[in-house]
């Protein structure tokens, strides 16, 4: 691919006029978040900050949009019983939710974060969803994508959920191309390599999962994605962690947003395609948008943090020409 054929100037503008958004989260989780000074193997440790929130990445995502200002609901499978005192902050803050009802308990996960940015996390696997549970989350999403902008279909799937879920939601979409986004991973995502959908947002190493390529430079990113676009995706997201991100649609952007008080990377990605989707969700300014949104998102210690400010937005360094042959793990350094 020609670098000069991808220049891109970067332009100013606003985000987009504020539309719905659907997210569906097929095993959402209750996000315990624990702060100590250094996590050390075999010794007992104290620590000294604790939470828990209601979470799972469309749930994120949903609460990200909501706390920028933006609307969003959430379609997520759960216990009623269990869930109640943790779903009814979200409906204050105005993310509207859609619980869909099941046996068995949602999953706690565990975020130790150490006083020098580092994060480790422990995930537990979710709840059994039965066959009609199943069917039931994928027509309460359908049914509630009808008067929206997106559907974002994302995180992991919960035992008893088929590998093809997502596949599933696709077929039964009837404007997939132009509305679902996919953000999961493993055998989930690789199922989804040749359905159509309208945005797709792999990490580095998702991405190379699915190529079976090795991607050292800028431009190995670019072509892998270009590949997946030849087999129905749209546009392509992908997110490189501390180096930053490359949209791939019908034109190449890549910018970065250095933090130097980084707190918590759980949620970022979350954080990240939110951004982008309130940004336009095409080129350089949604890019923008996407990578202060994330920005915001780390440097909190909650999986979703304050909205971005625009210290965040100012601190977004964009390249007008992409360098291609630049390393990704050197990208803007």
Known sequence: MDPAS??????????????????????????????????????????????????GKGVNLARVLTTNGHQAQAVFPGNPDGLADLIAPLNKAGTQTHLVAIEGTVRTNLTIIEDDGTTTKINESGPHLSESA???????????????????????????????????????????????????SGTALARMAHTPCAVAKPNLEELASLTAKPLWTLGDVVDAAGELQRHGWGTVLVSL?????????????????????????????????????????????????ALAWARAAVRSTDTVGPPCTAEDQAAVTMSADVPLEMSVGQALR
């Open 241 to 289: 962690g501390g180096s930053g991100a490359v949209l791939v649609d019908d034109q190449v952007s890549y910018g970065n947003s250095p933090a130097s008080d980084i707190r918590n990377t759980v949620g970022a990605g979350d954080a990240l395609l939110a951004g982008f989707l309130a940004g336009g969700a095409k080129g350089p300014t949604a890019l923008r948008n």
């Open 6 to 55: 991808r220049a891109t100037p970067v332009r100013e503008l606003p985000n987009c006029p504020s539309a719905l958004i659907t997210t569906l989260t097929p095993n959402p989780s209750i996000d315990r978040t624990l702060s100590i000074g250094h996590l050390e193997r075999g010794e007992v440790l104290r620590a000294t900050t604790a939470s828990a929130e209601f979470a």
């Open 134 to 184: 199943c069917d039931a989350l994928l027509d309460t999403a359908v049914k509630h994508a009808a008067d929206s902008q997106w559907l974002v279909a994302s995180g992991s799937l919960p035992p008893g959920a088929p590998a093809d879920f997502y596949v599933q939601l696709a077929t039964r979409l009837s404007d997939a191309t132009e509305k679902l986004v996919i953000d999961t």
